[in-house]
């Protein structure tokens, strides 16, 4: 784990990168925490989005630690920038369906499908809250700790900010492509050689984020006009 100074811009700047990502990433988890609770009586409920929610955080806090320890080991840097990569892209082209998510009849019956699902769906979030933290654990605690409450109590406004101007999407995007090509170029194998070669450090960087970019409006342009074709015939 590194350390870094509170006080500094860097601390800020990165910490504001932990919270953007993780809003971006966990609009689909205050999702299934809406429907994991939606049978229940309105004072059960909010018990029920508070308990789960407090569980799925801590279980989020202590995924992440194990995922900023095993990237000091070496090339999970490279592999974690990797999955991030895939993350990045799958961000701009997937349409998740939460049809299937139970609901329960139960105060604890629906804490545990919040923890549960949470739990399952939260990979994403978890390595790519990792990689924006840069192995400061600080930073992963603190951004988890502002952004999740964030998510369950506005994540109405913030889906209705998304579908309203969708290039929050593309810029949420290009910050985990920065994040990840910045991930690969810090694994302890690579580094010197990005190191000596700063301009190719850019390039890569800049490749990495217009190629997911570019990758994700065309498939999602594909889309698009295979939909238009199915209504026609």
């Not at 991030?84 to 961000?91: D, E, G, Q, S, T």
């Not at 049809?99 to 499908?113: D, F, P, Y």
């Not at 979030?125 to 930073?139: C, E, F, S, T």
């Amino acid at each position: 784990m590194r350390t870094i100074d509170m006080s500094g811009f860097q601390f800020f700047w990165l910490l504001l990168n932990v919270i953007f990502i993780d809003l971006l990433l966990a609009g689909d988890n205050a999702i299934v925490i809406g429907l994991a609770a939606r049978k229940l009586p309105p004072e059960t409920q909010k018990k029920a989005i508070l308990y789960g929610t407090g569980g799925a955080l801590l279980i989020r806090i202590a995924a992440t630690i194990v995922v900023l320890w095993l990237l000091q080991v070496p090339w999970l840097l490279l592999v974690g920038g990797i999955m991030l990569i895939w993350i990045a892209y799958k961000l701009l082209v997937d349409q998740e369906d939460h049809a299937e998510v139970k609901a329960g009849t139960s105060l604890w019956g629906a804490i545990r499908t919040i923890v549960i699902a949470d739990a399952a769906m939260g990979l994403d979030n978890v390595i790519a809250v990792a990689g924006a933290a840069q192995q400061h654990l600080i930073l992963v605690v603190l951004g988890l700790l502002i952004s999740v409450p964030i998510v369950v109590w506005g994540s109405t406004l913030f889906i209705k900010l998304i579908n309203k101007f969708p290039w929050i999407i593309y810029l949420g995007s290009a910050v985990l492509g920065y994040t990840a090509s910045n991930m690969i170029t810090e694994e302890r194998k690579l580094e010197p050689y990005f190191t000596a070669h700063p301009a190719l450090r850019v390039l890569f960087i800049a490749s990495v984020m217009v190629g997911i970019l570019l990758t994700g409006y065309l498939q999602n342009r594909r889309a698009i006009s295979s939909r238009k074709k199915a209504v026609l015939k």
